[in-house]
Antibody, heavy 124, light 112 residues
Framework: EVQLVESGGDLVQPGGSLRLSCAASGFTFSRYWMHWVRKAPGKGLVWVSR????????TYAGSVKGRFAISRENANNTLYLQMTNLRAEDTAVYYCARAHCSGGSCYYGHFDYWGQGTLVTVSS | DFVMTQSPLSLPVTPGESASISCRSSQSLVHSDGHSYLDWYLQKPGQSPQVLIY???IRAPGVPDRFSGGGSGTHFTLKISRVEAEDVGVYYC?????????FGQGTKVEIK
């Protein structure tokens, strides 16, 4: 059974840092591209970042570029999101999601599995 | 970036009746391979999002056949026939053609 379990969410002051983790199981982690998506209170879903299977390529939403860094440890089946210089508007539940792969390509894949989310609150 | 616009944003429905949600993209979502890279997700209250439809019209495994997706180019539609109480939540369309992925604003479906 595919499982994605996020952790690391916390209350942090503006300007602070936090690292989120997403522990994956039930599938060959290194074969899949992984994404982070967030949902702020009262707002909709917003895509944050994605990383390819071997971790060599990452892309970010403009709102987090230069502040967030996505990475993965395939040996430990874990995805990370390092967040720095946090702002109040980064307050959200952060989900990791797996991109479906078809024909060897994951680039366009829909998000077929999601974690339960971890809450990040940025406030003084 | 692709801008995704959903309507309506709120949709009260009567159980047993049908419902329809529109999603428009600022640019065509048709790839040269012929596929339309448009997905639909549902976030039920207190739950994580789940995929309903991908490639515009393909139901994800386990999704009831009362859910159907259609459209092409820049206009897509999610239809729910015979709405049930368990269908309440917020529905999102998302374009998967280009990074950054972008979602619509969400459509809140509630039972009358």
């Amino acid at each position: 059974e595919v499982q994605l379990v996020e952790s690391g969410g916390d209350l942090v002051q503006p300007g602070g840092s936090l690292r989120l983790s997403c522990a994956a199981s039930g599938f060959t982690f290194s074969r899949y591209w992984m994404h982070w998506v967030r949902k702020a209170p009262g707002k909709g879903l917003v895509w944050v970042s994605r990383v390819n299977g071997d971790g060599s390529s990452a892309t970010y939403a403009g709102s987090v570029k230069g502040r967030f860094a996505i990475s993965r440890e395939n040996a430990n089946n874990t995805l990370y999101l390092q967040m720095t210089n946090l702002r109040a508007e980064d307050t959200a539940v952060y989900y990791c999601a797996r991109a479906h792969c078809s024909g060897g390509s994951c680039y366009y894949g829909h998000f077929d599995y999601w974690g339960q989310g971890t809450l990040v609150t940025v406030s003084s | 970036d692709f801008v995704m616009t959903q309507s309506p944003l709120s949709l009260p429905v009567t159980p047993g009746e049908s419902a329809s949600i529109s999603c428009r993209s600022s640019q065509s979502l048709v790839h040269s391979d012929g596929h339309s890279y448009l997905d639909w997700y549902l976030q039920k209250p207190g739950q994580s999002p789940q995929v309903l439809i991908y490639l515009g019209s393909i139901r994800a495994p386990g999704v009831p056949d009362r859910f159907s997706g259609g459209g092409s180019g820049t206009h897509f539609t999610l239809k729910i026939s015979r709405v049930e109480a368990e269908d309440v939540g917020v529905y999102y369309c998302m374009q998967a053609l280009q990074t950054p992925r972008t979602f619509g604003q969400g459509t809140k479906v509630e039972i009358k």
